[in-house]
């Protein structure tokens, strides 16, 4: 099966910037797709960024110009840079995969692998 494992959360300052990284594992082949999404108290996890393939890219237009989403296939890991963060970026972030080529990649329910989070908590 596929392990996701999150790390690069912590806290930070209204402003700041940290690199979240997710490495997979358990398979011998790449997925499909890989995206980041996050989940703050209260509220419904929610997609903050997705690549399909190598190169295509789409943000939610929250972080658009603040984050880059970008993955390195030959070391298995996904990675998210976050600067400019605000407050609002607060949240647990999770790490998803999918390998089925007819996903949309675009909702919670269009990945079927999931890490188990990394905390992200920033000060204002």
């Known amino acids: 099966d596929v392990q996701l494992v999150e790390s690069g959360g912590g806290s930070v300052q209204a402003g700041g910037s940290l690199r979240l990284s997710c490495v997979a594992s358990?398979?011998?082949?790449?997925?499909?797709?890989m995206g980041w999404f996050r989940q703050a108290p209260g509220k419904e996890r929610e997609g903050v960024a997705a690549v399909i393939g190598s190169t295509k890219t789409r943000y939610a237009d929250s972080v658009k110009g603040r984050f880059t989403i970008s993955r390195d296939d030959a070391k298995n890991t996904l990675y998210l840079h976050m600067s400019s963060l605000e407050p609002e970026d607060s949240a647990m972030y999770y790490c998803?995969?999918?390998?089925?080529?007819?996903?949309?990649?675009?909702?919670?329910?269009?990945?079927?692998?999931w890490g188990q989070g990394t905390q992200v908590t920033v000060a204002s």
């Open positions: 998803a995969s999918e390998f089925w080529v007819g996903s949309p990649c675009a909702t919670v329910r269009d990945f079927t692998y």
């Open positions: 358990g398979r011998s082949y790449g997925s499909y797709c």
